[in-house]
């Protein structure tokens, strides 16, 4: 937004250059017939004349450009602004926006719902395919903008393909390193089979929704040397509320993702993996300073997620903790101001 401000301001000082340089002279002004033998005058006149008609050309290029641009017919026309503009252009709609932590026990499965749109970032575990589809059976839900996998482990992805094969999907996002495991071949035969398009995002790469934006904040650490660290960081803002989904980022990528500058300052965050101990350092969560965090985690599993070390570091830090371990679904509903947060206590 700001460089497109300069940007404007860039062309009309060159525009208003052009004026007065060409305002000495009348428009339609040709040169007299050059005296004879006077011919470093005459091309002197000559080049003035041809000076003149280029730069009225000119003009009239960047004032057709002009029109144009403002117009919004150079694509992007919305006024989004980059992640740096600092500017909340997104309009909610009138019915908001929920972001549903579904509760698939030890696995990831968040669905962003609008009035015009849905988004789903993981999929749970393949035994979890009935209850996704329950949930978004029972919300009318049969067209999913994106769908996009964290990070190729299968209890983010390993339900994906149900959801491809039974609903609408307009794109399947996959992480950046690919996985050999079944159920990964799973979800790409799926996406082959329904004709959806497939492809890895691009760090500051924006993806337009409706209602909203969600962008690419990161792609994976630069030395991943496990999958968790191959995570999307995807910020999503609507209105002026912010949410931030890491996948299973471990605290190494996360104070890479911070050095490389990443825009992290969020109202909700997704707990990374799990709530394990080795992810959610203080430093991200001093980058990060949710109000709310959700952790997606199952009862009683064998890795002891979540750390009460996690927990409580962001607690002191002033989070309110939500557990689908203890809660079941969480959904967090914005209008784009205000954010509050219900479940189905006692799941
Ligand atoms: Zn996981």
Not at 174 to 182: G, I, L
Not at 298 to 308: C, D, K, L, T, V
């Amino acid at each position: 937004m700001q460089e497109r401000k300069r940007e404007t301001s860039a062309a009309a000082s060159r525009y208003a250059g052009y004026n007065a340089r060409s305002s000495s002279r009348p428009q339609g002004y040709a040169p007299p017939p050059p005296p004879r033998g006077g011919s470093g005058k005459r091309d002197k006149e000559t080049m003035r004349g041809v000076l003149v008609a280029l730069l009225i050309i000119l003009i009239f290029v960047l004032m057709i450009v002009g029109v144009i641009w403002l117009c919004g017919g150079f694509g992007g026309g919305d006024g989004e602004g980059g992640s740096g503009s600092g500017s909340a252009v997104v309009t909610p709609a009138d019915g908001g926006v929920k972001v549903h932590f579904i509760d698939v026990g030890q696995a990831d499965c968040i669905l962003i719902e609008c009035d015009d749109g849905a988004i789903m970032i993981d999929a749970g575990e393949n035994e979890d395919s009935q209850k996704i589809a329950a949930y978004l059976n029972e919300r009318g839900i049969e067209h999913l903008d994106y769908v996009i996998g964290s990070h190729a482990h299968a209890d983010h992805m390993g339900g994906m393909d149900d959801v491809i094969l039974n609903y609408e999907v307009d794109e399947l996002i996959v992480p950046t390193k690919a996985s050999d495991s079944k159920f990964y071949k799973d979800v790409l035969d799926a996406a082959a089979s329904k004709n959806v398009p497939v492809r890895a995002a691009s760090v500051g790469e924006t993806l337009t929704f409706p209602s909203g934006k969600l962008e690419v904040v990161d792609d994976g650490s630069e030395t991943a040397n496990d999958m968790n660290n191959n995570s999307y960081i995807l910020r999503f803002t609507y209105g002026e509320t912010t949410f931030l989904f890491t996948g299973d980022a471990e605290s190494q990528y996360e104070r890479e993702a911070l050095a490389n500058g990443a825009d992290v300052d969020v109202d909700v965050l997704k707990v990374g993996h799990h709530g394990s101990r080795t992810s959610t350092c203080d430093e991200f969560i001093a980058a990060t300073t949710p109000e709310y965090a959700v952790i997606q985690v199952g009862r009683n599993n064998r890795y002891g997620h979540p750390s009460a070390e996690t927990v409580s570091r962001l607690e002191r830090a002033g989070a309110e903790v939500f557990r689908t371990d203890e809660l079941g679904d969480i959904v967090v509903t914005t209008d784009g101001r205000r954010i509050s947060v219900a479940y189905d206590s006692g799941k």
